[in-house]
């Protein structure tokens, strides 16, 4: 295993206090005194984040909640956290587990005490049971990833505050750049910090099973496929691993601490496949406007990683099939515009692949709609090029004749644009 010496992406990665342990650890490991003090990160006014500017509002879906301040209701043990997922129309099925200490409040986070997170396609929403604030992550069209914090108790309950540096720290989102979104697998023990030579990856659709989860609680049935969820990382850090036969095809979360304390029991497979799928799109939306804003053109390099995104090239194979312990994977591909023959995007595969109709249903996105119209048009031509070619490039052969012809035609029939662009065209 390795660490990659890359500070300016490390500090951006990880919060300060993690920081801090790691440094804690290995001193104390290997009898070194500490010579120089620990950067730290200047607080920079909310101008200079990302691409927030001063006088242009928030249209992201948190934003609209929190200029109506609804009143929610308070439960015993998770507080306002129903009445916010309801307010925010995201389902309680969505919920993932993760024990790895990365958030604002992560000195509260342990593997008896998992980060729960829910999601829809625009806003996510994380909970702690014991912690005094619930976290929100909501897109915003135009300005990315934007952060919010509400009290998790009676009093100020429906207070939202709009956070910036905190978080800005983990996400990126400086000088022009867009704040990222992302899961990662680690090699986590059980103090809940990732281990300091471990490879950290960002997991999207394209990483490998195998190599995803580390740090998560993963409930569902997934065959002979292995992963690195629900199991703590053991041995040392040079030579760290993970029981990963322990960690398979775990249907019951109860072993490893007490479920009730969240709105559902388990930390959904499907759930976490979507939403790293999700998060890797919106962020290549994202960027892919700040390209344009930058160079004033669109350039073919940037709207390829786009589409190919769209389209799950490189996506990971399925060797078995995949299955979860909720109604997400059900609920989700009932979602969503059909065509004349009753198809979605969001229908799910699961048994070789994610989609049953590989394209991403963020195609429906107020962030991809918000997209300037000669980015939309690149897009719009290379999806057309690349589904309507008797042979398409190689990135996209894993998608058949069926499925570009069925896919092209759930565009058409539920992507009014996109009909647009084809007459002119």
Not at 241 to 252: F, P, R, S
Not at 284 to 306: G, M
Not at 365 to 378: L, Q, V
Request: hydrophobic content about 35%; aromatic content about 8%.
């Amino acid at each position: 295993m390795y660490f990659e010496l890359d500070c300016i992406s490390f500090l951006m990665k990880c919060c300060q206090n993690c920081i801090a342990w790691w440094t804690s650890e290995f001193c104390q490991t290997n009898g070194v005194k500490p010579q120089i003090a620990l950067p730290i990160f200047a607080i920079t006014p909310f101008a200079l984040l990302g691409l927030i500017t001063p006088n242009s509002p928030e249209v992201d879906p948190v934003a609209t909640l929190a200029s109506k301040a609804p009143a929610m209701k308070f439960e015993k043990g998770t507080g306002v956290l129903r009445g916010v997922l309801k307010a925010l129309d995201i389902p309680i099925e969505s919920q993932v587990l993760v024990f790895s200490k990365t958030s604002l409040q992560s000195s509260l986070i342990d593997r008896k005490n998992p980060r729960a997170l829910y999601f829809n396609d625009t806003t996510y929403v994380g909970f702690i049971p014991g912690a005094p604030l619930i976290e929100i992550m909501s897109v915003d069209p135009v300005k990315g990833a934007q952060f919010y914090t509400i009290p998790n108790r009676v009093a100020n309950s429906n207070k939202i505050t709009k956070e910036g540096p905190n978080c800005f720290r983990c996400h990126g989102g400086r000088g022009g750049v867009p704040a990222n979104l992302f899961v990662q697998s680690s090699h986590v023990p059980v103090s809940g910090y990732p281990r300091v030579f471990g490879t950290t990856v960002e997991v999207d659709a394209r990483t490998p099973i195998q190599q995803r989860w580390g740090g998560w609680y993963v409930t569902g049935s997934h065959g002979a496929m292995r992963h690195m969820g629900n199991e703590p990382s053991t041995g040392t850090d040079q030579n760290p691993k993970i029981d990963t036969e322990k960690g398979a095809n775990v249907l019951n979360l109860a072993k490893y601490f007490d479920t009730k304390k969240y709105l559902s029991p388990g930390s959904d497979i499907v759930a976490l496949m979507v939403m790293e799928q999700q998060m890797h799109i919106q962020n290549l939306l994202s960027q892919i406007s700040v390209d344009y804003k930058d160079r004033k053109q669109v350039v073919p390099s940037a709207v390829e990683p786009l589409v190919r995104a769209l389209l799950g090239s490189g996506e990971a194979v399925l060797s078995s099939p995949v299955k979860g312990t909720t109604a997400f994977a059900a609920n989700y591909s009932a979602r969503g515009p059909k065509d004349r023959l009753g198809r979605s995007l969001y229908q799910l595969d699961l048994t070789k692949r994610l989609q049953k109709y590989p394209c991403s249903p963020l195609i429906y996105s107020p962030s991809f709609d918000a997209m300037n119209p000669a980015i939309k048009a690149a897009v719009y031509e290379r999806l057309y090029h690349v589904l309507s070619s008797e042979t398409p490039p190689a990135e996209y052969r894993h998608l058949s004749a069926a499925d570009r012809e069925a896919i092209l035609k759930i565009i058409i029939e539920t992507k009014p644009e996109f009909t647009g662009f084809l007459t002119e065209k």
